[in-house]
């Protein structure tokens, strides 16, 4: 199945679990009265909305390229995760006051054994959808639904956080420490919505992903391939779920164009082979110059002008370089 199929199949389940989780966390607290829960209760809107807002963003970023698009739709995935970043940090600021007013003027905890029975299973399973959507957003590179995967999951740690502060009122029977384990987990989701966020404006930026990168030089490095003398200029843009790379190939002068084609091939399958379909190559042709034979490993190269000094390393910063690489300094 298309990649761009999977997600949305993957993003239209978490708008329906979200739905329902968000449903029986608002049960559950109108059964307490417990404002910790109702701070999972109100996260969750932010999950329903922006499970929905992602499922937008995925199904337009899968429409193909057109006249007014040329690279795709895909940059809407990070439009919908700076949406969803947004929804995280407001919510939170909504339950910190919502936990203040509550600890001035506390309200009594009811049915609090049934409180800690749902509330844990809307964990497991925020958990389970959560593990999954990051699983499928590596897979198919979606940052959309990695936000939403990280949601999720940060949406269980939380819980997860409640409910070990609504086992010590259950213990203890101290009902202020509802209103501090409130603020505490608002703390984190603000945090959570700070990050989210964070990614969102660089990709719209277009930063470059450094973790991407050293993975890719890493490969380049491996595989290397002796006509391939110099690379240089590279750089990777993201459009959601694919990646644009371009990058300046150094290859012998005396190729003709098939050949040289055919070693861009080469390149080409290497860096689709592990990074995936979605990845689009261009590649630029340099012819080698002189200067080139230093860092030239061709052993059979029939035209070499001078002697063999050092190999380059291909490294993240001396790749993105707009210069060609040789041993002159």
């Known amino acids: 199945m298309n990649e761009s199929l999977i997600n949305i199949r993957v993003q239209r389940w978490v708008a329906i679990v979200s739905v329902a989780l ?38 337009l970023s899968a429409k193909p390229r057109d006249a007014d698009h040329p690279y795709g739709h895909g940059k809407v995935e990070f439009l919908s995760a700076g949406v969803e970043g947004s929804m995280i940090a407001l919510a939170a600021v909504l339950i910190i006051y919502k936990a203040i007013v509550n600890l001035i003027t506390p309200q009594p905890i009811h049915e609090l054994d049934w409180g800690l029975i749902l509330i844990t299973a809307t964990a497991v399973i925020n958990y389970i959808m959560g593990w999954f959507c990051i699983r499928t957003a590596k897979q198919n590179n979606s940052i959309a ?12 740690y939380t819980t997860v956080a409640i409910i070990a502060g609504l086992g010590l009122i259950y213990i203890t029977n101290f009902q202020w420490i509802d209103s501090v ?95 995936g379909d979605s990845i689009e190559i ?3 042709i340099d012819a080698c110059r002189d200067f080139s034979c230093n860092i030239c490993q061709k052993k059979d190269c029939s035209e070499r ?22 041993t002159r300094s």
């Not at 966390?25 to 922006?50: G, P, Q």
């Not at 404006?201 to 491996?222: F, T």
């Open 22 to 59: 968000l449903a029986v966390k608002f049960f559950t607290y109108f059964l307490t009265h417990s404002v910790a829960i109702l701070t999972d209760a109100l996260e969750s809107i932010a999950n329903v909305v922006a499970g929905f807002v992602g499922l937008y963003s995925l199904i």
């Open 145 to 156: 639904l990695a936000s939403s995967g990280k949601h999720l999951q940060s949406d269980t």
């Open 181 to 275: 384990v409130a603020i505490l987990m608002s703390c984190f989701i603000l945090y959570t919505g700070y990050k989210i966020l964070r990614s969102s404006i660089a990709g719209i930026m277009d930063e470059s992903d450094q973790v991407l990168l050293a993975r890719l030089v890493e490969l380049l490095n491996r595989e290397r391939s002796d006509d391939w003398i110099d690379l240089h200029n590279l750089r990777v843009i993201k459009y959601g779920s694919t990646l644009h790379l371009d990058c300046h190939l150094t290859l012998p002068w005396y190729l003709n164009v098939f050949e040289a084609h055919n070693r861009i091939k080469i390149l080409e399958k290497l860096i689709q082979t592990e990074f």
């Open 282 to 284: 261009f590649v630029h």
């Open 305 to 326: 002008k001078h002697t063999f000094v050092k190999s380059i390393t291909w490294s993240v910063g001396n790749i993105s370089s707009n210069k060609m690489h040789d």
